[in-house]
């Protein structure tokens, strides 16, 4: 098959690699289209850790079922199934899986993640084998594109389910990129009242209020906490996301709360932030980490087939795997305009 496999700090190669052979309880899948994560991005020039080379990355895939293991239920995964996997390789045994809590697996890996111990290559292929337990059919009508959004979406819906969102809230999401515009439409979904987007970048501000949010804030033209206060009565957010994950805009998301908020931490850029102890202490803060997701695929591809969850405005090109790595440089750069790209083997 081919594949886009990074093989050192910012170089790939894309070339002729074995076909994956699924095992008794999986499937091989004839990838149909992939997204670039953020993630892979910061993985590709080896600092997030997270991308230990050689790895073929992609965890945000779909595409049709070409073959089926021995085990697997011929009576409920046939070939020609349309099927999106979760990104997490759960073991379904442990005592977090047997909770539901499989974004927490004792023998947890991630398609086309690689830190640690273990090594488990991505979609950016020809072909993927998974395990048949963590599919999910895509729905009719649903396209390959928009259902490779099923597993950023998942990602939101689960961030915005550690708290309890109330029709009265308002909540302030620190970050204005692809999850957090997800997110904003998640908290739209659960009946957030009032929204407020934070970003540098005013497009991105403009895109937000399209997708939900009733006001957009720029750290670089408005004091972020000061005016939350404002729009609150005094107060402060009842929630907050924080969806970068570096030192300055935890300090925003923690500022803009009101005594006895809560923050959902979805950023993961640095390994380590020092936070306003204090103020957490004194105002009765509460932090929640989220990982992943944890069952959320289905209610992803309900609403992306429903329609309730916008992702077009998200997909900025949709091209060729062989064209891969100048659109991962693209996106590593910055580029003015671009969001997600999709790869198509």
Not at 34 to 63: F, K, L, N
Not at 217 to 243: F, K
Not at 253 to 261: D, F
Request: hydrophobic share 40%; aromatic share 4%.
């Amino acid at each position: 098959m081919k594949a886009l496999e990074l093989v050192a700090p910012s170089t790939f190669e894309f070339g002729d690699r074995p076909d994956p052979v699924p095992g008794p309880d999986e499937v091989l899948i004839a990838v149909k289209a992939t997204g670039i994560c953020g993630s892979d991005i910061h993985g590709m020039d080896g600092s997030s850790g997270r991308r230990q080379m050689p790895i073929i990355m992609g965890h945000e895939t779909s595409g049709e079922i070409v073959a089926v293991g021995a085990d697997v239920d011929g009576d409920h995964w046939k070939v020609g199934d349309r099927v999106t996997p979760d990104s997490t390789v759960y073991c379904g045994k442990c005592e977090y899986c047997e909770r539901g809590e499989i974004n927490l697996c004792d023998d947890r890996q991630v398609l086309g993640v690689s830190p640690g111990t273990y090594r488990r290559h991505g979609a950016f292929a020809d072909y993927l084998a998974v395990p048949a337990r963590i599919l999910y059919r895509i729905p009719e009508g649903l396209s390959y594109e928009h259902a490779a959004m099923t597993e950023p979406l998942a990602v939101a819906l689960h961030a915005v389910g550690r708290v309890t969102i109330k029709p009265t809230d308002t909540a302030v999401v620190v970050g204005a990129g692809m999850i957090g515009l997800l997110c904003i439409q998640a908290l739209r979904v659960a009946g957030c009242r009032e929204i407020i987007a934070v970003d540098l970048a005013d497009d991105k501000l403009a895109l937000a209020q399209t997708l939900g949010a009733t006001a957009g804030l720029n750290p670089q033209t408005c004091d972020v906490v000061a005016e939350v206060r404002a729009r609150t009565g005094g107060q402060g957010a009842d929630v907050s996301l924080e969806v970068v994950g570096i030192q300055p805009t935890l300090h925003t998301a923690i500022g803009v709360l009101r005594r006895g908020g809560s923050c959902v931490l979805v950023g993961n850029l640095q390994p380590r932030a020092e936070v306003p102890y204090q103020d957490l202490v004194t105002k009765e803060l509460t932090l929640y980490g989220t990982c992943s997701c944890a069952g959320e695929y289905d209610r992803a591809l309900e609403l992306l087939a429903s329609g309730e969850v916008q992702v077009s405005p998200f997909i900025s090109a949709v091209v060729p795997l062989a064209e891969g790595e100048a659109w991962f440089h693209r996106l590593h750069a910055g580029e003015n305009g671009l969001f997600k790209v999709i790869l198509q083997p």
